[in-house]
């Protein structure tokens, strides 16, 4: 069954976390469950420099890490109370992998599944939760994704606070 993910951005203390929710056949997915010890291993090996793993998003337990895979159709949407630019890329930590495209998602535009780069936050119409107001997504898996398998995403609101964390793409 497809997972929706959700991730809302929220101002604490003039830094920005992210609360990381996802469902899956109606009932909540355990995010934090998701990172195990074989794809954390899986990380490591792939990157140019494994000395730096404890540097990494993906080394904390407390870091949430975004688990999509292509073939279950799951989707992705991120909120906030004010604009917010979205930008993705191959996380640089990796070896690239020529297969993969550079761009890990799409988005729907005129019936059509569109790879991009980055994305401006649009105003959420649809009865917003409080630091719901501004929503990008939702998004899917881009075709040939898991082939990279390792991307960033790092967020720029309109007040000038930042995010980067990681997004992992599976078959």
Do not use: C
């Not at 920005?16 to 934090?32: F, H, Q, W, Y």
């Not at 959420?124 to 390792?150: D, L, S, T």
Request: proline share 6%; hydrophobic share 30%; glycine share 4%.
């Amino acid at each position: 069954m497809p997972k929706t993910f959700k991730v809302k951005f929220k101002e604490h203390h003039d830094t920005l976390e992210e609360i990381v929710s996802a469902r899956e056949n109606n009932n909540d997915v355990k995010v934090n469950k998701l990172k195990t010890r074989d794809r954390k291993l899986h990380y490591k090996n792939s990157m140019k420099d494994s000395s730096r793993f404890s540097q990494t998003h993906m080394s904390h337990a407390d870091h949430p890490t975004l688990f999509l895979q292509s073939g279950n159709n799951d989707s992705l949407e991120f909120f906030f109370s004010e604009e917010f630019l979205i930008f993705i890329t191959r996380d640089p930590e990796i070896e690239d992998d020529p297969s993969g495209p550079k761009e890990a998602l799409t988005k729907r535009d005129n019936n059509n599944d569109v790879p991009w780069i980055y994305d401006v936050a649009r105003q959420n119409v649809n009865n917003p939760q409080p630091g719901e107001e501004f929503i990008a997504g939702p998004y899917k898996v881009n075709a040939g994704a898991p082939n990279q398998r390792y991307y960033k995403y790092s967020i720029l609101t309109k007040s000038g606070l930042s995010l980067d964390p990681d997004l992992v793409v599976e078959l």
